[in-house]
């Protein structure tokens, strides 16, 4: 028997969240990518995800690189800051906005291309520093945005209309994370809603980077029913590695006693909350990972959830060790050296 | 020169370039001891949350826009991530887009945007470091040159003077030019451009800067791996001259 944190039912589907905002506020412009692309189904979690969560759009900067996922910040959270940067350099550009900036919420989305292939040097040191950030892989096995080539995450024997088949073994995005020392690795479907928000409120509430692998079909290069990137082949093969639900921190926690759920305290005081599906799995254990991801990747299964999660491991900004005010908002007084200073350096040459 | 850089990334909003050379870079030199920097930091042109409030009263009634020019010198004014206003934030992305940092594929939008752009490159050639001149009224030739040449090309001014050779001499600090260089380059017959690269870059820029007085330069380059000599830039000079 384990205790485990319930939640006790927030009031009925408020009009208005924490903060006193409508949903519609949290939305973005209008979505330029093809009708049933599942980047815009992500888009829509983001935002049902940041508004039940109360974010304040003030205090988030929205980072992506280039290619069709890397468009969709300008669909949700219009009142944030956004920089699309170039190609494969997301994760350079958070690094420093978020160095700079130390108490705001950070979303990067890429693509497979953008993380997977250009930028997977970038992605593995960002990784590495546990920059604090919700970073979001919109993972369609296809270069869409160029009319469909083949992509670092494109299964092996994958055919394409005009790419023919691919014959190279695909990346995971979730174990080059694991391998690079991820505290926060998870893999969820376009095509559930319910799941991904529950992960996005759960990755928001991360003290650290969260990788968010999320499987998004392309409608236009990548949907026939052999793709394991395809909306038919994810529904058909998504298994869920448990059922997942997230109690924020400022909803009422009561003690109960359940033994088919595991739990996992995030470092803002929300809860994770893991109820088993056949599998006991423990999310902590990262050789667990590894072999739950390889087994899966072997077995060709979709397998969603949360693979690994390390929730009080410092993040980029505590191994600086950065001063508790905002580097971008300290005055010339605090950041310039005495005139002794530099008297002192000289000298001393 | 570093916190100049900085200050004037910050105040045009744009990357600067500071070129070093091998000879620098890779050799420790002697130099003057580092004085105290006087000059504040220059963060540009930054809106506070207040200022982005009061923006519209304080300019004569036109809305803050991201990418819209109020006062003539083609930098907007900007917000950082953070700033506790709801009109603050913008998306910064390279494909076109609109003073009020919206979307736009519109071929006059696009136009405009890079008008604006080429307006603060207008205004950066006042900011940036100016050339250091020095005028000679009885000489005929002139000397440009940048960097680490210095040292060679006053020696072998020296030399050249000695010979009957008087020169003018602009050591070029940075780009984009301002009016100084056309100004230096008009008034002598010929102007070598010395510079230690295989192409002559500096050369071409100013001839492309300058069309009308491309006619007077004359490209000294040279790219050996070492610093140039006072001897190779005289003997070059003196076999026209």
Known sequence: ???????????????????????????????????????????????????????????????SGIGCSSKTPAYFLGMSHAFNSLHGRMPSIATGALVANKTLTGIGVSGDGDTASIGIGGFKHMV????????????????????????????????????????????????????????????????????????????FSHKGLAILDVISPCVTFNNHDDSTKSYNWGKEHEIQLHELNFVPSFEQIEIDEY????????????????????????????????????????????LTGIFYIEPETPDFNDLLHTVDTPLALLTQAETRPSREALKHVMEAL | MAIDALNLAERLQTPVFVLSDLDIGMNLWITEAFEYPEKPEDRGKVLTAEQLAAFKENHNGQRWGRYLDVDGDGIPYRTLPGTRNPQAGYFTRGTGHTEYATYSERPEVWEAMLKRVEKKFDTARHLVPAPIVEENPDARIGIITMGSNHPAVVEARARLDKGGVGSAYLRLRALPIDESVREFISRYDRIYVVENNMDGQVATILRAELPDLAGKLVSLAKCDGMPLSARWITEQIAATE
């Open chain 1, 1 to 63: 028997m384990t205790a485990t944190p319930t939640r006790t039912p927030a009031p009925k589907t408020p009009k208005v969240n924490s903060i006193g905002l409508e949903k519609n506020a949290y939305k973005g412009g209008e979505s330029t990518l093809c009708n049933g692309c599942g980047h815009d189904s992500i888009s829509s979690r983001i935002i049902n995800a940041a508004w039940e969560s109360g974010l304040d759009q003030t205090q988030v900067v929205k980072f």
């Open chain 1, 259 to 302: 033994d088919d759920e595991r739990e996992v305290q995030l470092h803002d005081g929300s809860w994770l909350l893991l109820k088993k599906l056949g599998e006991d799995y423990d999310p902590t254990n990262k050789i667990l990972a590894y072999q739950t991801l390889e087994d899966a990747r072997r077995d060709q299964r979709l």
């Open chain 1, 128 to 203: 590495r520093r546990n920059v604090p950030m919700v970073y979001v892989v919109e993972n369609n096995g296809v270069y869409g945005l160029t009319k469909g080539q083949f992509s670092a995450t494109s299964d092996k024997g994958q055919k394409l209309k005009y790419a023919g088949v691919n014959n190279f073994m695909p990346l995971d995005v979730c174990l080059e994370a694991l391998a690079a020392n991820a505290t926060f690795v998870a893999r969820s479907f376009a095509g559930d809603a319910k799941q991904l928000e529950a992960l996005l409120k759960a990755a």
